[in-house]
Each structure stands twice: as structure tokens, then as C-alpha cells.
């Protein structure tokens, strides 16, 4: 599984980023797909997860209503819409895969085997 992340960049806070994650070498709708970041100096963290074929979403509090993934099975992409940014969701965000056969939605790094290499998003004040 090869996963290439994009999108991030420098915006100011209230804004909005929409970071994308093609998937390759995979059946795509075999695997969840999730998002974590890693602010500087902290461990990397669990961000949103959606199901293999996007009936089912789960995000961290922090974002929750703020920030929806979605994906296309079509074009074996993911994606993150980050609305109403801050400073604080500052960090590397990186897209990741987990092959399943029935619908679990882990939260943990621990379960994925597949990861990209990491999009910089900047959150300025």
C-alpha cells in the first residue's frame, strides 16, 4: 500500500484547509482509512476514521464538528475538510490504512500498517 498525502499549507485562524490521501496498490474498499497529526514536541495523536465504504465516521473531540472526512471509492481518495482552524490544530497530518473485514474503526496508531508521508498544516493566530 503506497499513501500520498496533500494539501496542507499556512492559513490563518477561522479558515479552512482541505487535506487529500491517494490510496494505491490495494483494493481500496478493503480498508479503513484514518487521519492523525503530530503537533511538534507531541506524540502523534488520533485525528478521524471512516469506514470502508464511508457509512461510518468517528472523530476526537477536539475537531468534532469541525473537521469532516469523507472519501471517494471511485478514486481511491481520502479526504479531510478542516473548518474553523486554531492554532492549536496545528501539526502534521498524516493519512493512514487499515485492511479490515467487518467495520471495527480503531482509534489507535497501534492498528494501522499503512501510512503516508505526513502534510504540514500551520494554524497562525
Known amino acids: 500500500v503506497q499513501l500520498q498525502a496533500s494539501g496542507g499549507g499556512l492559513v490563518q485562524a477561522g479558515n479552512s484547509l482541505r487535506l487529500s490521501c491517494a490510496f494505491s496498490?490495494?483494493?481500496?474498499?478493503?480498508?479503513?482509512m484514518g487521519w492523525f497529526r503530530q503537533a511538534p514536541g507531541k506524540e502523534r495523536e488520533f485525528v478521524a476514521v471512516?469506514?470502508?465504504?464511508?457509512?461510518?465516521?468517528y472523530y476526537t473531540d477536539s475537531v468534532r464538528g469541525r473537521f469532516t472526512v469523507s472519501r471517494d471509492n471511485g478514486k481511491n481518495t481520502v479526504s479531510l475538510q478542516m473548518n474553523g482552524l486554531k492554532p492549536e490544530d496545528t501539526a502534521v497530518y498524516y493519512c493512514?490504512?487499515?485492511?479490515?473485514?467487518?467495520?471495527?474503526?480503531?482509534?489507535?496508531?497501534?492498528?494501522?500498517?499503512?501510512w503516508g508521508q505526513g502534510t504540514l498544516v500551520t494554524v497562525s493566530s
Open positions: 471512516i469506514s470502508r465504504y464511508g457509512l461510518s465516521t
Open positions: 496498490g490495494r483494493t481500496f474498499s478493503n480498508h479503513e
Open positions: 493512514s490504512a487499515r485492511a479490515v473485514r467487518r467495520t471495527e474503526m480503531s482509534t489507535m496508531l497501534k492498528d494501522y500498517a499503512h
